[in-house]
């Protein structure tokens, strides 16, 4: 079992920048690929980005490239989301997940735990 607590949403205007963070606790955080997904309202939840285990790999949806970045620390059992130039379409509930398997990939119903999510709000 893991134990996923997500922070560091909130309002920042259009063009800002935010840093989420998600904390592990439970079983061994270096054994998942972690990932970020979103939701917005009367979305679905989408895809973000994801990094392996080592931290050596990481992907990311066409939406965010090249604006965020995502990384970890094992040491600490925690994931970042970099989130730079917010745009207004960004906004959303941002979740943290975990996956056991190889790799997480793309898709919610991979991974096998959540976190509840923080807000981030862009206004323009």
């Known amino acids: 079992q893991v134990q996923l607590v997500e922070s560091g949403g909130g309002l920042v205007q259009a063009g800002g920048s935010l840093r989420l963070s998600c904390v592990a606790s439970g079983r061994i955080f270096s054994s998942y690929v972690m990932g970020w997904f979103r939701q917005a309202p009367g979305k679905e939840r989408e895809f973000v980005s994801r990094?392996?285990?080592?931290?050596?790999?990481?992907y990311y949806a066409d939406s965010v490239k090249g604006r965020f970045t995502i990384s970890r620390d094992n040491a600490k059992n925690t994931v970042y989301l970099q989130m730079n130039s917010l745009k207004p379409e960004d906004p959303a509930v941002y979740y943290c997940a975990a996956d056991s398997g190889v790799d997480g990939g793309p898709t919610p119903d991979q991974y096998d735990y959540w976190g509840q999510g923080t807000q981030v709000t862009v206004s323009s």
């Open positions: 990094i392996s285990r080592s931290g050596s790999w990481s």
